[in-house]
């Protein structure tokens, strides 16, 4: 039977995936700080598996945000279907920049699962970043977007994005952080960037959960009542959050630069550091 304060570990668990998802200031660094600090009663394993298996109420926060954008059928008319050749553009360039991560995390998913996930390494990540954000939005400040929307992006665009993302296998890196400075590096617009982080997401996302989920199985986990409730509390939650933290950062960089979330990240990490010495 799960106690109350459980219940409410597992509730603001799925508030910081919620939040930390989007925003570019690392969700699995946040998580595992959190849970460094929390304590939940889990046994590794299932932890493991369960911070990531929580993302999927994120992802389907975006599929339903996003759906006319992703979805590349238009049913309005439901006798003459039409096929979105843009949408099916977008997906295609998603899946291009996908394909770096995907092999970088099969080869050493363990290996950074084993070694970098301790509060010092997502200190060190978080401040490092913290300061690329900075530095590159002021860089920007002199220079105007090449790539103002999604649909301006080419292949060799979601590449160079693609390889980006590769540096958020370090956990306090940030995977959404990795992206959006990559974007902007090429010279992705703001909106573009994001909009295309929350696209590229989705099959990651989804396969992460999946890749976990399935090696929590095969190593013979087994679920209990009390687990399925926490797997469906916290993603529940991390729904309902992202829906309100999705909608707040598409308007939020409409009139704002990522320079904030850059000096979050760097006052966080070096907390983490001095609680380190404690």
Not at 168 to 180: E, F, N, V
Not at 200 to 229: N, R
């Amino acid at each position: 039977m799960l106690s109350v304060f459980e219940i409410l570990k597992v509730i603001f668990l799925g508030i910081v995936e919620g939040i930390t998802e989007w925003l570019p200031i690392s969700s699995t660094g946040h998580m595992l700080l959190v849970d460094e600090y929390l304590n939940i009663k889990m046994t590794p394993e299932f932890k493991d598996m369960f911070i990531y298996v929580i993302q999927l109420g994120a992802i389907l926060a975006v599929v339903i945000l996003f759906w006319e954008k992703i979805f590349p059928f238009q049913t309005k008319d439901k006798t003459k279907p039409i096929i979105r050749k843009d949408v099916f553009s977008m997906w295609f360039k998603v899946v291009v920049a996908c394909i770096p991560g995907a092999l970088v995390t099969i080869l050493f998913d363990d290996y950074i699962e084993q070694h970098l996930g301790t509060p010092a390494i997502i200190a060190a990540a978080l401040i490092f970043y913290g300061f690329a954000f900075i530095i590159i939005e002021i860089w920007n400040k002199r220079r105007a977007p090449k790539i103002k929307t999604v649909d301006d992006m080419t292949y060799l665009t979601a590449l160079l994005i693609g390889l980006f993302q590769v540096l958020s296998i370090i956990p306090g890196t940030s995977r959404s952080g990795a992206t959006i400075i990559g974007a902007l590096v090429i010279g992705v617009s703001r909106i573009a960037a994001a909009e295309f982080t929350f696209y590229l997401a989705i099959p990651v996302m989804i396969g992460m959960s999946a890749l976990k989920l399935l090696k929590y199985i095969l190593d013979g986990g087994v679920f209990s009542g009390g687990e399925v409730c926490i797997m469906s509390i916290g993603t529940l939650v991390a729904f309902l959050v992202s829906v309100f933290v999705i909608k707040f950062l598409m308007s939020y960089i409409k009139k704002h630069d990522f320079k904030v979330f850059g000096v979050y990240r760097i006052i966080l990490g070096v907390i983490v550091l001095i609680l380190l010495n404690f």
